[in-house]
């Protein structure tokens, strides 16, 4: 409870100073407005505004999560039982994960099509993290479970099977926790290219109508998202995990 009443503390505090800054030094420029503002906008523009943007970007985003991590998983799961893999399709991983997504972004738009461009872009955004979180947890598994599954004869797929996909649950989930925001990120920034509806197309028209509330508003929209996709991740993990360590504060 003390945890929870410190955390409550916190964004009360950071709430009021954001509505002080908002009003005496922000207040002549409009440039970050204060959160009663965009409550005020938020009331104006109505749930549906807001809801529909969401589920486009949400629906992107989590298709983008799921063929990212699902790639993410068999890859680092062939690395392990083919170390011979891992040399050459480890380098395009980390190549595709140095490209910039904005710079990427209008190839995909091109060869894939604007809706398939930001899902494709979703995946990229959660790709790499997954992989080597999940190659740490593969790498990770105890010597002597290994080696009495070898002992019976078991191969390098046995002891993927009976060993490492279990040791690796922890290190995995933690990789999905940060992919989460990530994909809602991807997804976002996939609109920039170009859509009829979702919170970046919804941010860019904002901004272009120089609607700094609604701008702030929808921002705070996609913040929710990631935070409750985040949310969601982990409590999936403590109830799949309870074995697993926890940090406690």
Same mark, same amino acid.
């Given at each position: 409870?003390?945890?929870?009443?410190g955390? $409550? $503390?916190?964004?009360?505090?950071?709430?009021v100073t954001w509505?002080?800054?908002?009003?005496? /030094?922000?207040?002549?420029?409009?440039a970050?407005?204060p959160?009663?503002?965009?409550?005020?906008q938020?009331?104006?523009?109505?749930w549906?505004f807001?809801?529909?943007n969401l589920?486009t970007?949400?629906?992107e985003?989590? *298709?983008?999560?799921l063929?990212?991590?699902? !790639?993410?998983v068999?890859?680092?799961g062939?690395?392990?039982?083919l170390?011979?893999?891992e040399? $050459?399709?480890?380098r395009? $991983?980390?190549?595709?994960?140095c490209l910039p997504?904005i710079? +990427?972004?209008? +190839?995909?738009h091109?060869v894939f099509?604007?809706?398939?461009?930001?899902? &494709?872009?979703?995946? #990229?955004?959660v790709?790499?993290?997954? #992989?080597?979180?999940?190659?740490?947890?593969l790498?990770?598994?105890?010597?002597?479970?290994?080696?009495? /599954?070898?002992?019976?004869?078991?191969?390098? *797929?046995?002891k993927l099977r009976?060993v490492?996909? *279990?040791a690796? #649950?922890?290190?995995l989930?933690?990789?999905?926790?940060?992919a989460?925001?990530?994909?809602?990120?991807?997804a +976002?920034?996939?609109?920039? #290219?170009?859509?009829?509806?979702?919170?970046?197309?919804a941010?860019?028209?904002a901004?272009?109508s120089?609607?700094v509330?609604?701008t *702030?508003?929808?921002?705070?929209?996609?913040?929710?998202?990631?935070a !409750?996709?985040?949310?969601a991740?982990?409590?999936?993990e403590?109830?799949?995990?309870p074995w697993?360590?926890? &940090?406690?504060r």
């Amino acid at each position: 409870m003390r945890r929870y009443l410190g955390g $409550a $503390a916190g964004i009360v505090g950071l709430l009021v100073t954001w509505q002080v800054l908002g009003v005496a /030094v922000f207040g002549d420029t409009g440039a970050v407005p204060p959160p009663t503002a965009i409550v005020s906008q938020m009331r104006d523009d109505g749930w549906d505004f807001y809801a529909t943007n969401l589920s486009t970007t949400a629906t992107e985003a989590a *298709w983008g999560w799921l063929w990212g991590n699902a !790639l993410a998983v068999a890859f680092a799961g062939l690395f392990v039982v083919l170390p011979f893999a891992e040399k $050459a399709l480890m380098r395009l $991983a980390i190549a595709s994960y140095c490209l910039p997504v904005i710079a +990427i972004g209008p +190839i995909l738009h091109v060869v894939f099509g604007a809706d398939t461009a930001r899902v &494709v872009l979703a995946a #990229l955004s959660v790709y790499f993290t997954t #992989l080597v979180a999940m190659l740490l947890g593969l790498r990770s598994a105890d010597r002597t479970s290994l080696d009495v /599954v070898h002992a019976y004869g078991g191969g390098g *797929w046995g002891k993927l099977r009976k060993v490492r996909l *279990w040791a690796c #649950l922890p290190s995995l989930f933690a990789g999905l926790r940060i992919a989460a925001p990530a994909a809602v990120l991807g997804a +976002i920034i996939g609109e920039y #290219l170009g859509g009829e509806k979702g919170l970046g197309i919804a941010m860019i028209a904002a901004q272009t109508s120089l609607v700094v509330p609604r701008t *702030w508003a929808i921002a705070l929209v996609a913040t929710a998202a990631a935070a !409750l996709a985040y949310a969601a991740t982990a409590l999936v993990e403590r109830l799949l995990t309870p074995w697993a360590p926890r &940090v406690v504060r």
